[in-house]
């Protein structure tokens, strides 16, 4: 399997984000939501997280 990512700064937000996650699919979504939860005021849920995994590329 290889590593996936998902960089904040890539959508628009008010904070105009710069992070940017890689690793495997399962540590990118995990992180992501944390992340995305914490920051950005989204709530950790499976259809969130399916949203999250649209947007991850390939590294």
């Given at each position: 399997?290889?590593?996936?990512?998902?960089?904040?700064?890539?959508?628009?937000?008010?904070?105009?984000c710069?992070?940017?996650?890689?690793?495997?699919?399962?540590?990118?979504?995990?992180?992501a939501?944390?992340?995305?939860?914490?920051?950005?005021g989204?709530?950790?849920?499976?259809?969130?997280?399916?949203?999250?995994?649209?947007?991850?590329?390939?590294?």
């Amino acid at each position: 399997m290889g590593r996936k990512f998902i960089d904040c700064s890539e959508y628009p937000s008010d904070n105009n984000c710069s992070v940017k996650i890689s690793g495997t699919e399962d540590e990118v979504l995990d992180v992501a939501a944390a992340h995305a939860a914490a920051t950005h005021g989204h709530e950790d849920t499976p259809e969130f997280r399916e949203q999250l995994r649209g947007m991850l590329k390939d590294e």
